[in-house]
C-alpha cells in the first residue's frame, strides 16, 4: 500500500540554525500539508500547498518558514533561525482529491537546543 | 472562533464493549467531519469521513454519527478490542481553501482485558 514517507526521523540542530525536513508523498496525490504536534499537545496545521504554491497558512507559520516541491516527488519543510519552541514532530501529509481523506507520514522528530 | 471540543478525559472500557467518543464544534458549519486514529509518536491515520448530508457512517466494526442542528458527532467502536486502544482525533473540515484539517484534542481510549 502507498504511503507518506519522511526523513529524517529525528533530526537535532541548535537554536538559530536552520533544517529541512523532507518528505515523499503518494504519487498520485497532488495536495501535501505540513502539521506540527508539539509533545502532549493536539495535532496543529501548518500549511497547505497545490499546483507549487501555498494554498493557506496558519499563524504559526511565519516568515521562518518555507515549503517546496523541488522536483515531482519531494515537498520539504524548511524552518530558518530555528527556536526553542520549534521543538515538536513535524507530520507531512497528502491528499487527491483535495478535502479527501489525508494520509499522514510516520514524523520528524525536531528538538531544538 | 472555531472550537472543537472531545472528551477531554481518558475513556477506559472492557473488551467487548463499545466505546462511543464525543465531537462538540462551535462556530462551525463544517461540509464533513473526518476521524483519525493516532497512536503514541505516529501520524494520524484515517478512519471514516462523513458528510454533512450523512447521518451515520459505517466501516466493519466502526460507526460514525452526524448532526449538524447539534453541532456534534458521535464515534462508536463496537466490541472493543486492545489493540484498539489509541486516541482519536475528530476533525470538522470545510470544502474550498487550503483543506486543511483542523483537529481537537482527541480521546485517549483504552480496551481493558
Known amino acids: 500500500e502507498p504511503e507518506v514517507t519522511q526523513t529524517p526521523s529525528h533530526q537535532v540542530t541548535q537554536m538559530g540554525q536552520e533544517v529541512i525536513l523532507r518528505c515523499v508523498p503518494i504519487?498520485?496525490?497532488?495536495?501535501f500539508y505540513w502539521y506540527r504536534q508539539i509533545l502532549g499537545q493536539k495535532v496543529e496545521f501548518l500549511v497547505s500547498f497545490y499546483n507549487n504554491e501555498i494554498s493557506e497558512k496558519s499563524e504559526i507559520f511565519d516568515d521562518r518558514f518555507s515549503v517546496e516541491r523541488p522536483d515531482g516527488s519531494n515537498f520539504t519543510l524548511k524552518i530558518r533561525s530555528t527556536k526553542l519552541e520549534d521543538s515538536a514532530m513535524y507530520f507531512c501529509?497528502?491528499?487527491?482529491?483535495?478535502?479527501?481523506?489525508?494520509?499522514f507520514g510516520p514524523g520528524t522528530r525536531l528538538t531544538v537546543t | 472562533s472555531q472550537k472543537i471540543e472531545q472528551n477531554s478525559e481518558a475513556l477506559n472500557i472492557q473488551e467487548g464493549k463499545t466505546a462511543t467518543l464525543t465531537c462538540n464544534y462551535t462556530?462551525?458549519?463544517?461540509?464533513?467531519l473526518q476521524w483519525y486514529r493516532q497512536d503514541p509518536g505516529r501520524g494520524p491515520v484515517f478512519l471514516l469521513l462523513?458528510?454533512?448530508?450523512?447521518k451515520e457512517k459505517r466501516k466493519e466494526r466502526l460507526k460514525v454519527t452526524f448532526d449538524t442542528t447539534l453541532k456534534q458527532s458521535l464515534f462508536h467502536i463496537t466490541a472493543s478490542q486492545p489493540a484498539d486502544s489509541a486516541t482519536y482525533l475528530c476533525?470538522?473540515?470545510?470544502?474550498?481553501?487550503?483543506?486543511?484539517?483542523?483537529f481537537g484534542t482527541g480521546t485517549q481510549l483504552k480496551v481493558e482485558l
Open positions: 504519487s498520485n496525490h497532488l495536495y
Open positions: 476533525a470538522p473540515t470545510f470544502t474550498g481553501g487550503g483543506n486543511k484539517l483542523t
Open positions: 462556530n462551525y458549519s463544517p461540509a464533513y
Open positions: 462523513i458528510r454533512e448530508n450523512e
Open positions: 501529509a497528502s491528499s487527491e482529491p483535495a478535502g479527501a481523506e489525508q494520509y
